[in-house]
């Protein structure tokens, strides 16, 4: 499928990044795109929520969360999972289970303010709709998410995934999945340019309070993502991503 197929729905006024970390990203209501080629693009928002209302959602999910930190199993082995987790869906969805653990799933109206940041994620891409949450809270810079794509069955071959954040910044990295051996290239000035590591096959963003990143297309297929650890101890963060359950 062409690339053109991806076009962002419901963005207006937006702009090519040609730079994720340029300082020009802090003007209020930016919403910048990021062509990664081959049909897949992240939409980042740097400011999504007005400060007060994310401060006041960042102590509603804070305290009132029913956080876990799960065992899960990576490599062959046990360990527990480098930051706490919650899990919402509607009723009736396919089970999510990931690295041998199976979250139970909340409902919407047992934490009404989610469906609240739910709606605000509406608002701002129409067209789009999401029926699960997968919620996480980095308490200090050693937690962490580990470089992996989101590309499970469930979600289908094109899945959109909304990140919010709240509270501390974090970066955000993307890096181009690695070629599989044996792969079939329609030219060898193909397979040379895919092989050669660039600037363009790596991307970083600052998600700081009140931001929104939005992966599209064949991100999930293409990319890797991940959330590395910092150096320096810092506050608490809070991530939600919103997703769509297709089967």
């Known amino acids: 499928m062409p690339a053109m197929a991806f076009a962002l729905r419901g963005f207006a006024a937006t702009e090519h990044n040609p730079n994720p970390n340029s300082s020009s990203c802090e003007m209020a209501g930016k919403r910048y795109i ?16 007005p400060s007060e209302r994310a401060w006041a959602w960042f102590d509603y999910l804070d305290k009132e969360i029913p956080w876990t930190r799960p065992l899960i199993h990576v490599f062959g082995r046990s360990c527990l999972q480098p930051r706490d987790t919650c899990y919402v869906a509607s009723e009736g969805l396919t089970n999510l289970k990931y690295s041998g653990y199976q979250p139970h799933a909340y409902t919407w109206d047992e934490y009404p303010v989610l469906r609240d940041i739910l709606e605000a994620v509406h608002e701002a891409l129409p067209g789009s709709r999401f029926n699960s949450l997968l919620l996480n809270r980095y308490k200090c810079g050693t937690d962490y998410v580990a470089w992996h794509s989101d590309d499970e069955k469930l979600y289908g071959s094109t899945p959109e995934i909304a990140s919010v954040s709240f509270g501390c910044e974090r970066e955000f990295l993307l890096k181009k ?6 792969a079939i290239n329609t030219s060898e000035e193909s397979e040379n340019k895919r092989l050669k590591i660039t600037s363009q096959d790596q991307h970083s963003f600052v998600l700081k ?33 919103f997703r769509q359950i297709v089967m």
């Open 177 to 182: 999945k690695p070629v599989k051996k044996g």
């Open 209 to 241: 309070h009140g931001s929104l990143l939005v992966m599209r297309g064949y991100t999930q297929r293409d990319w890797l993502h991940s959330v590395p650890k910092r150096s320096k101890p810092g506050s608490v963060r809070i991530n939600l991503t």
């Open 34 to 49: 990021t062509d990664l080629g081959g049909g897949s693009e992240v939409v980042f928002v740097p400011r999504f929520l």
